[in-house]
């Protein structure tokens, strides 16, 4: 296994909780590193942007509404299989179906407010890294 780098959004429906802290928790609990943090407001540019591989699917437009509607925390983890271990954290899209413990199961409330976004391939991570920090800020 090779050391990577990955992207996490906590999306709004968790920043509007208070749940920044039990989802950083369990990240760090997983064994991942916080390499890079910033919380900010995404613009309805950012998010559609960010999210442009789906500009074609039914909820587009909802999901751009949701991701500007409160501020997110965008970091960068670091750590053995990044990638797929964020996702096994994560949890499944929709909550119904995530397993028990994970972020999502935890914290989310539906299949568009679900709490948190990760990359899902090294490549995808590598574009949505640099989307939001330079190399520079990664410690
Ligand atoms: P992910 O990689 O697990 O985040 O899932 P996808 O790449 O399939 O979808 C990206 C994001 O779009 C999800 O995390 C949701 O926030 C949102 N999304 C996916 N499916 C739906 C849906 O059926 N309805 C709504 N409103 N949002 C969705």
């Known amino acids: 296994m090779?050391?990577?780098?990955?992207?996490?959004i906590?999306?709004?429906?968790?920043?509007?909780n208070n749940n920044v802290g039990g989802i950083l928790q369990?990240?760090?609990?997983?064994g991942l590193r916080i390499v890079a943090m910033r919380?900010?407001?995404?613009?309805?540019?950012?998010a559609g942007g960010f999210y442009e591989v789906?500009?074609?699917?039914?909820?587009?437009g909802e999901l751009v509404d949701f991701m500007t509607r409160s501020p997110v925390v965008v970091s960068v983890l670091e750590?053995?299989?990044?990638?797929a271990k964020y996702r096994e954290v994560m949890g499944a899209t929709d909550p119904k179906?995530?397993?028990d413990g994970t972020i999502r199961k935890l914290f989310a409330k539906d299949i568009g407010e679900n709490s948190?976004?990760?990359?899902d391939s090294l490549e995808n991570a590598k574009r949505e890294i640099a989307f939001f920090f330079a190399e520079a800020d990664l410690l």
């Open 2 to 8: 090779a050391i990577e780098r990955t992207l996490s």
């Open 10 to 16: 906590i999306k709004p429906d968790a920043t509007e």
């Open 26 to 30: 369990l990240i760090e609990k997983s």
């Open 39 to 46: 919380r900010m407001h995404l613009t309805k540019a950012q």
């Open 54 to 60: 789906h500009k074609e699917r039914p909820f587009f």
């Open 79 to 83: 750590g053995e299989d990044a990638v």
């Open 97 to 99: 179906k995530a397993a």
């Open 116 to 119: 948190v976004h990760g990359s």
